[in-house]
């Protein structure tokens, strides 16, 4: 089981749309639900992202 840092996941939140930020606490039931669907959604692209392995401006080897 992967472990998840909250520091990684508040900046997650942090980076979700505003409209979703804020629509979790909208009085209409639909919008609330959007809006978690998108927070759940920008959370774990981003916490997907941080997880890859990083990208180096290194060449492979050729092996000649």
Request: net charge negative.
């Amino acid at each position: 089981m992967t472990r998840i840092d909250i520091k990684d996941m508040a900046t997650a939140i942090l980076a979700a749309p505003g409209w979703a930020r804020v629509g979790i606490t909208a009085p209409a039931r639909h919008i609330r639900d959007d809006a978690a669907q998108e927070l759940a959604r920008a959370i774990a692209e981003t916490l997907t992202q941080s997880q890859r392995p990083g990208e180096t401006d290194e060449q492979p080897e050729l092996g000649l």
